[in-house]
């Protein structure tokens, strides 16, 4: 095959949970799969918004819908792939990229806010793997899924991550025992893990009175030898890559987009004590 076509999506159908045009990672990715030729249902639990995004995935030439949907409601889930079965009946890309943060010292954490982020990031990636995977077992013809986790799924962030630090973690687990238990049907699953990328919510975090907006971003540099924070639009080539048959024996893996994030937290620092 020639390695223009390898990241080549024509045809493919390709679901992105919280894929809303709010700025979000979600959103670039919806778009970026269309570029590469797929058809995209964008789902999130602002329609509104999720529905500007399959008008412009329309305005790339390529066919969407859009579904309200609540990943950390079952029925939602149930209805978002009845709406995929009735425009498209196949799926051949799931994108979990809905996902929710909080900050508390985990001494203090409420046990509803434990369950309400471990539902939206966890619970909800299971629940669209599962009817994902029941699909392209059914089709016979495997898939990609492809979670969006954090450096924190790996590393302890501190700050009062502590339960959305869990969560990822329990993802990347997930990513791991999915893609053994699944390899066989031809379907890969692998995750993608972010440093701080420059969303609409990490614009919020950053501003938000509790904080010192010019420490904390301090803080994230230091954290990314390449010295800046990533963009929504840093996502769109490690998802298309997964997705398509460019990684067609990839499955499994952890993969970071962060600057060199995880990288350094294998020890040192990225600065000579001089500079
Ligand atoms: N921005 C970062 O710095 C960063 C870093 C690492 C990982 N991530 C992960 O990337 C993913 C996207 O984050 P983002 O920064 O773009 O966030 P965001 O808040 O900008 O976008 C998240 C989207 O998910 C939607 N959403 C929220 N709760 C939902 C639910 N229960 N069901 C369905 N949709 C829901 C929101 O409406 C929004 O459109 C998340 O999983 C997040 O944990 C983000």
Redesign the pocket.
């Given at each position: 095959m020639a390695a223009e076509n390898l990241f080549d999506l024509t045809g493919r159908v390709a679901v992105v949970?919280?894929?809303?045009a709010?700025?979000?990672?979600?959103?670039a990715i919806a778009l970026g799969l269309a570029r590469a030729g797929a058809n995209v249902v964008s789902?999130?639990?602002?329609e509104p918004?999720a529905r500007t995004t399959a008008q412009e995935v329309e305005a790339l030439g390529r066919q969407s819908t859009c579904v309200a949907?609540?990943?950390?409601k079952p029925d939602?889930i149930l209805g978002l792939f009845a709406e995929v079965d009735r425009v498209f009946g196949r799926i051949d890309i799931l994108v979990n990229?809905?996902?929710?943060?909080s900050h508390a010292h985990p001494e203090d954490l409420s046990l509803d806010e434990w369950r309400r982020v471990i539902d939206?990031?966890a619970t909800?990636s299971f629940m669209c793997a599962q009817q994902a995977a029941r699909r392209m077992i059914r089709e016979g013809v495997g898939g990609s899924i492809i979670n969006?986790?954090?450096?924190?799924g790996s590393t302890a962030l501190g700050r009062g991550n502590f339960v959305?630090s869990v969560a990822?973690g329990a993802i990347n687990q997930m990513t791991r025992e999915l893609a053994v238990e699944w390899a066989h049907h031809g379907i890969r699953v692998n995750a993608i893990?972010?440093?701080?990328?420059?969303?609409?919510?990490?614009q919020e975090l950053i501003t938000d009175p509790q904080f010192s907006s010019t420490k904390l971003v301090e803080r994230f540099l230091s954290g990314i030898p390449m010295n800046r924070l990533?963009e929504?639009e840093d996502l769109v080539g490690p998802v298309v890559f997964l997705a398509s048959d460019a990684s067609k024996f990839v499955t499994g893996v952890m993969l970071p987009v962060d600057g060199g994030n995880l990288a350094l937290n294998a020890g040192g620092s990225h600065t000579w004590p001089q500079e």
């Open positions: 949970t919280g894929s809303a709010k700025g979000g990672i979600g959103h789902s999130d639990i602002d918004r949907c609540d990943v950390s939602d990229n809905a996902g929710i943060g939206v990031n909800g969006i986790s954090s450096i924190a959305y990822k893990q972010p440093c701080q990328i420059r969303t609409r919510a990490l990533g929504p």
